[in-house]
């Protein structure tokens, strides 16, 4: 299986300050024939189900905001939160879907410094 | 409006056997691949199972393989897990999700139901 892992597993950012979070894969994720690689980014509140944000590592999802934005390829990629708000509270988890036994990070948990 | 939601969760002695269901509506169910997801409390997200639009592909994680078993009902936009043989590492919330790419099994799971809760426990 393709472990994925995620860093730090904790941050506190100061509202209005940018988040960065990282996820690494223990392969490359990236389809040559396509070109794309086949990671996704969810962000669960307490309480809630997750809820997309990002797929093929830097595609928005329809409705979120563009202060989320995705980056990296191969076997690094990274989450920022260009300003975070008070409602960006939540657990966020990378997922890679390059292989059929699909994988998360174990998450990172964002806080208000 | 897409919804999801999942039901027959509970408490379950090891060993024993549960179904859990989940009633998809607002989009054409039987277009799209599915997932089943679960969370022990307080802890990560890990994949169970995927099913594609026609039951042709059929995928489980290892953890649950040979003793959990997903399907679908067209008819009644439902899909199902049934799962044998419980563990109590098998306690946790089970959500059901659809693949956002359509029918075929590609992971990305664009709408989520609110998730069932199984303990398993003596």
């Known amino acids: 299986d393709i472990v994925m892992t995620q860093s730090p597993g904790s941050l506190a950012v100061s509202l209005g300050e940018r988040a960065t979070i990282n996820c690494k894969s223990s392969?490359?994720?990236?389809?040559?024939?396509?070109?794309?690689?086949?990671l996704a980014w969810y962000q669960q509140k307490p309480g809630q189900p997750p809820k997309l944000l990002i797929y093929?590592?830097?595609t928005r999802e329809s409705g979120v905001p563009d202060r989320f934005s995705g980056s990296g390829s191969g076997t690094d990629f990274t989450l920022t939160i260009s300003s975070l708000q008070a409602e960006d509270v939540a657990i966020y988890y990378c997922?890679?879907?390059?292989?059929?036994?699909?994988?998360f990070g174990g998450g990172t948990k964002v806080e208000i410094k | 409006e897409v919804q999801l939601v999942e039901s027959g969760g509970g408490l379950v002695q090891p060993g024993r056997s549960l179904r859990l269901s989940c009633a998809a509506s607002g989009f054409t169910f039987e277009n799209y691949a599915m997932h089943w997801v679960r969370q022990a409390p307080g802890k990560g997200l890990e994949w169970v199972s995927s099913i594609n639009w026609n039951s042709g592909i059929i995928d489980y994680a290892d953890s649950v393989k040979g003793r959990f078993t997903i399907s679908t009902d067209n008819a009644k936009n439902s899909l199902f897990l049934q799962m044998n043989g419980l563990r109590t590492e098998d306690t946790a919330f089970y959500y059901c999700?659809?693949?956002?790419f359509g029918g075929g099994v590609r992971g990305v799971s664009d709408y989520w139901g609110r998730g069932t809760l199984v303990t398993v426990s003596s």
């Open positions: 999700a659809r693949d956002m």
């Open positions: 392969q490359s994720v990236l389809y040559n024939s396509d070109n794309k690689n086949y």
């Open positions: 093929w590592a830097s």
């Open positions: 997922q890679q879907y390059y292989s059929t036994q699909l994988t």
